[in-house]
């Protein structure tokens, strides 16, 4: 797994929220978003930017350039 994917799903877990949760509010398949967090496909930026919003992280917390998620 590379480290975006493992960033997202950590993400993911730490807003609380499943893979089901986050189909529903982007209204994205769930099994896209398993594909996201296991490596399998990319989201794209208009994907990356919403899920930052729902996970309240930034670009450089999900990109591995910062330890921190704010």
Known sequence: MDQFANRLKQAR???GLTQEQ???ELEISRSNISKYENGDI???IKTIRELMKLYKVDANYLFGTDEDNM
């Open 42 to 44: 990319s989201p794209n």
């Open 13 to 15: 877990k730490m807003a």
């Open 22 to 24: 986050v189909s529903f």
